[in-house]
């Protein structure tokens, strides 16, 4: 069997790491061979990312090397190629993946598409081509970017079925294009997520927003089973394999969402304490330790537990917290009965800051306690809001259509019906929205948080041994 040639650029060539130097001024006196990936875990343990970065460079013209060594004289001989592929492209992905989060902590950031266009030859190929696509989209979705133009990009990935074997690419696609598919599709791309990938975080996140998916169409009792479901294969794992890191977070969430669905208050109490646990944790950051806060407040509001739910919200609002902890100040007020109170503080709100489903939050605060004050104005100003409003989900635009009907008779009567006021408070109906977003599906979990998406592709690790042989 003939020795295969190495592969390796000229000197005078553009680097593989796309640095934009030559390779003789660059990566090839750092080049790993078998030790790929130590230097970079290494720099980062000390935080040095000067040098994590230079050592992720040196992994992406190593892995290039290899791939253009071994796989793609395979590819254009048409042997087993398309095996070996698969392995570089998901493996050079991860390394490009390290390389963007330390682009945008070194303040690099600016620089990322001109990388990606230089990486776009690394694999000539047009699986990597849609890598490349999906980093460009990532990027359009970084703080003060351009959700339209990151669907774009995405696009030319090409179509985006359920036959997709790019679990990242199908990730990405849910979070820019589910709003817009019909309830049977999104199932068929969540199963594919879950058939792709057995891991338990992954399972958590992905068979969680199946339960949501059921209970956006008013199937409680569906959602319910899957969540079930999906926390009884937590308990059995976690004796083995104990929870790390955002599978604690998730486990909360759902523990939360089955608790509130079913009324359970052992479960709702049992998601306070994964909270309270997480918050124990020195890994976060002042609006990630809001955000936690927020969820326990959640946990308490769901088992009627104002007290608790109004001191969680308002450590949120200290730790610099979204006007939507204010929202849920206001509802813990309301049902204990101190509307004037809760109507000042619903007031504080700035609406116009709001995203779509924490908007709709506010409405139907708004809603519940222009019902309780039965006064004209604020009545007045909650039905034109409901008219309004018009969300998609069959449970939330029913929520809409009751409260509408009750603002109504309130303004006729001038005094809630004892009616009203139960449909207006939790016991008559979801008093909020957007806690049951918190599971939209995808890599970061909570709708698209960059920051954790950042973070996801900083400690991702590279699945498959590459084929290194010469």
């Known amino acids: 069997m003939p020795i295969r040639k190495k592969w390796k650029p000229k000197w005078s060539e553009p680097c593989p790491c796309a640095s934009g130097k030559k390779y003789k001024d660059c990566c090839w006196r750092r080049l790993p061979d078998f030790d790929i990936g130590k230097a970079y875990t290494a720099a980062l343990r000390e935080k040095n990312l000067d040098r994590a970065l230079l050592a992720t460079r040196a992994d992406v013209t190593q892995y290039t090397i290899w791939h253009k060594t071994n796989t793609a004289p395979a590819l254009a001989a048409g042997g087993v190629g398309l095996q070996l592929l698969r392995i570089d492209v998901n493996a050079l992905g991860a390394y490009v993946g390290r390389l963007s989060s330390l682009y945008f902590h070194l303040g690099l950031w600016k620089d990322w598409p001109a990388v990606l266009d230089r990486l776009r030859t690394n694999i000539q190929h047009p699986a990597w081509y849609r890598k490349i696509a999906y980093y460009l989209s990532f990027y ?3 703080p003060g970017g351009d959700r339209a133009k990151a669907r774009q990009e995405l696009a030319k990935a090409g179509p985006i079925t359920k036959k997709e074997e790019d679990l990242e690419l199908l990730q990405l696609y849910v979070d820019l294009e589910f709003d817009d598919l019909p309830f049977a599709a999104r199932m068929e791309i969540l199963d594919r997520i879950l058939e792709l990938d057995n891991d338990r975080e992954n399972q958590l996140q992905y068979r969680g927003a199946k339960a949501v998916q059921y209970f956006m169409i008013g199937d409680a009792q569906t959602a319910a089973q899957q969540l079930a479901e999906v926390i009884g294969f937590v308990r059995q794992t976690e004796a083995d394999e104990p929870l790390e890191g955002y599978e604690k977070h998730l486990y909360g969430r759902l523990l939360q969402l089955l608790g509130s669905l079913k009324r359970y208050k052992s479960t709702l109490k049992e998601s306070a304490l994964q909270f309270h646990a997480l918050l124990l944790e020195d890994r976060w950051t002042q609006s990630g330790r809001a ?14 537990e104002w007290d608790q739910a109004e001191m ?14 204010k929202v849920h100040v206001a509802e813990c007020l309301l049902y204990r009965k101190q509307i004037d109170a809760a109507a000042t503080e619903i007031d504080t709100v700035k609406r116009e800051t709001l995203p779509r489903h924490e908007f709709e939050d506010f409405v139907f605060a708004y809603a519940a306690i222009a019902i309780w004050s039965a006064k004209t104005d604020r009545l007045t100003e909650a039905k034109t809001l409901l008219r309004a409003l018009g969300p998609a989900e069959p449970i939330f635009n029913d929520r809409r259509l009751n409260l509408l009907l009750r603002v109504t008779e309130t303004l006729a009567s001038g005094t809630p019906s004892a009616v009203a006021k139960a449909d207006s408070t939790p016991k008559g109906g979801l008093a909020t929205v957007a806690s049951f977003f918190e599971l939209k599906p995808n890599i970061a979990g909570i709708g698209f948080n960059f920051n954790a998406m950042i973070d996801y592709f900083a400690r991702k690790k590279t699945k498959g041994e590459p084929n290194k042989s010469d």
């Not at 955000?291 to 009627?304: F, H, N, P, T």
Request: proline share 0%.
């Open 291 to 304: 955000a936690i806060q927020r969820e326990l407040g959640d946990s308490y509001r769901y088992a009627d």
């Open 312 to 325: 969680a919200y308002r450590q949120a609002i200290a730790l610099g917290g979204s006007h939507l902890d």
């Open 140 to 142: 359009y979705l970084s």
